[in-house]
């Protein structure tokens, strides 16, 4: 069965520095990764994809993610932050057996404070 | 085009009752997929449906079941509620025309049991 790990809980980082939330995926055979970004009850908004190709993968609102097959992680990274990116991120991984099955890490609350 | 509809956004149900919630997928999308939220268990899969068809299922009892409508509405039903049924219930859809598809999210049907 697939999985993903998200290792960290609280990611805290000023606003205009890099930011990083980590994500190790396990999985038997292509893997396909998401992250998702979630708001204050609200739903989740998709960020990005991998499938295949370029190890580096860009999103929406600045974000990019850099799959590495070696180390099995996929982490999501920005430049700089900005406080509005406050927010619970969601790394998934698609079921490898066919159909739109997500199985999603725990997320990780990101703070960007000032 | 609109994105994913969920209605009710909340609700109160009291043990034993049963609930019916609804999904309007984004125009043209064929597959509907439900998780559910909870602080303690995250994000899970209850169910995926594809032209009508129940394609996948999630490790949940009996009393969640869910269905599919021809024009892709969907709607998932909980019998019997039980208190540890509160939670953040959400869909997704998809366009199902390439390999790997993005799933879109809506804002969720909170549903508190009491």
């Known amino acids: 069965a697939q999985s993903v790990a998200q290792p960290e809980d609280q990611v805290n980082v000023a606003e205009g520095n890099p930011l990083t939330v980590k994500c190790t995926y396990s999985?038997?055979?292509?893997?396909?990764l998401f992250w998702y970004v979630q708001y204050p009850n609200r739903g989740l908004q998709f960020l990005l994809k991998y499938i295949t190709g370029d190890n580096l993968v860009k999103g929406s609102y600045g974000f990019e993610a850099e799959f590495n097959k070696s180390q099995t992680s996929f982490h999501l990274k920005k430049p700089s932050a900005l406080v509005s990116d406050s927010a619970l991120y969601f790394c998934a991984v698609r079921d490898t057996g066919g159909g739109n099955k997500l199985t999603f890490g725990t997320g990780t609350q990101l703070k960007v404070e000032l | 085009k609109a994105g994913v509809t969920q209605t009710p956004r909340y609700l109160i149900k009291t043990r034993g009752q049963q609930v019916t919630l609804s999904c309007s997928p984004i125009s043209g999308h064929r597959s509907v997929s439900w998780y559910q939220q909870t602080p303690g268990q995250g994000l899970q899969f209850l169910f995926e449906y594809f032209s009508e068809t129940q394609r996948n299922k999630g490790n949940f009892p009996g009393r969640f079941s869910g269905r599919q409508f021809s024009n892709s509405r969907s709607e998932m039903n909980v019998s019997t509620l039980e208190l540890g049924d509160s939670a953040l219930y959400l869909c997704a859809s998809s366009p199902m025309t390439g390999l790997v598809e993005t799933q879109y999210f809506g804002p969720g049907t909170r549903l508190l049991v009491l």
């Open positions: 999985v038997s055979g292509n893997p396909y």
